[in-house]
């Protein structure tokens, strides 16, 4: 087995400036990218920090007690990302996801929930919000995301034996207590509960089944996410990505699956429909989702950008830089300004690194430049 090199690069160091047109652009909500993809999808990630190290996101020999993370000062304030996402929603933006590190380590985060869910899309209705966690603080925390207004929430959980769920996480994290955050999210009313499980060959593709069997008819969504390349810490090797045609051939040799249409344009996820003994989908049986990173790039319809805590736009989960739009906040600009900014960003848009992944050079697929996934979540 080769030696993995683990390059060290602050990302949060690099940023593009944010400039302003010479004309103001008013938002139409019509907003779209070179390729015509329009934008529709914001992800925020609200804190750099996580308590969990797993070995594909936040490596323990990286991300160690020494790490520096961003200072408070340096993190958008509730009311800044408030901001941020009215005009984004003003561009077109009609769901709104919560990401960090891991998000529920933001101090009182309901409150920015609360004020994230009285805005409005250009339709006037409230934008989809929702909220990607590890799960370890949504038994005391689910309550509470819902009465402010959280309408979804999805859990990483990469794995239902014990033993293989703490060496992934790295902490010595129970099981146990991730399954009892999806129960308090399930007993709080939050709806269309999603489970995302990570498959690394060799490390827990044999959860597969019993990751499926266990989630089979409980109204909770299972997806299969193939182990992603993204940023520069976790090592990644292709020979350790499992393809997500062989986790469904695995599936379906045990579980009877039908395919589904897909619920929305840009959707990442492949879904498949638990069937009954008549070969129909049974919706009480619920469903489970590929989403295919590597060996099926959905980049043409790709509709997501990506905030980070202190203020970056990143166009692509592969990008190597964000455009700073934190300066243009504090530096005093309007709202039509900040607007006008935006608009240009996203028009300028060609990002589609998945797609070229395997025609690009050696050396331009070395991650030693691109953001973490850490830092702008998933």
């Known amino acids: 087995m080769s030696e993995r090199v683990i390059p060290l690069v602050d990302h949060r160091a690099a940023g593009l400036k944010a400039l302003l047109p010479a004309r103001p652009v008013a938002p139409t909500g ?8 329009p934008l529709r999808d914001l992800r925020i990630s609200v804190t750099d920090r996580c308590n969990f190290r797993c070995n594909y996101c936040m490596p323990k020999e990286v991300f160690d007690k020494e790490h520096a993370y961003l200072p408070h000062s340096a993190l958008l304030s509730f009311e800044e990302i408030t901001r941020l996402a009215r005009l984004f929603l003003a561009h077109g933006v009609r769901k709104i996801r919560l990401t960090g590190g891991e998000p529920l380590l933001r101090r009182n985060v309901e409150d920015l929930i609360a004020q994230l869910a009285q805005l409005r899309t250009v339709d006037g209705l409230p934008p989809d919000l929702t909220l990607t966690t590890n799960g370890s603080l949504l038994a005391r925390k689910a309550r509470a995301l819902k009465d402010a207004g959280l309408q979804r929430v999805t859990v990483s959980l990469d794995g239902l034996d014990d033993a293989v769920f703490r060496r992934m996480n790295d902490v010595d994290f129970p099981v146990a207590d991730v399954l009892a955050g999806i129960e308090a999210a399930h007993a709080a009313g939050l709806s269309r509960i999603k489970v995302n499980m990570v498959v690394k060959r060799g490390t827990n593709d044999h959860e597969i089944l019993p990751m499926a069997r266990h989630f089979r008819g409980t109204g909770t969504t299972l997806r299969f996410i193939e182990y992603m390349d993204v940023g520069a810490t976790n090592g990644w090797r292709m020979d350790e990505v499992l393809p997500s045609a062989e986790v469904i051939g695995r599936l379906r040799a045990e ?6 249409d897909p619920t929305a344009p840009g959707e990442t996820a492949e879904r498949w429909g638990h069937a009954d003994a008549s070969g129909r989908h049974d919706p009480a049986l619920g469903e489970v989702g590929v989403i295919s990173s590597v060996t099926q ?6 509709n997501r950008a990506r905030l980070s805590t202190e203020g970056k736009l990143y166009l692509c989960l ?24 935006l608009a240009p960003i996203w028009q300028g848009r060609s990002d589609r690194y998945s797609e070229l992944r395997s025609t690009l050079p050696a050396d331009t697929r070395q991650a030693g430049r691109r953001v973490e996934m850490s830092y702008i979540g998933g």
Do not use: E, K, M, Y
């Not at 019509?30 to 993809?37: I, K, M, V, W």
């Not at 579980?255 to 589904?260: D, K, W």
């Open 255 to 260: 579980l009877p699956l039908v395919p589904l």
């Open 297 to 302: 790039a959905f980049c043409g319809d790709c």
């Open 318 to 341: 592969f990008a190597t830089q964000g455009h700073d739009l934190r300066s243009l906040l504090r530096d005093g600009a309007s709202d039509a300004d900040i607007a006008s900014a």
């Open 30 to 37: 019509l907003l779209a990218d070179t390729l015509g993809r």
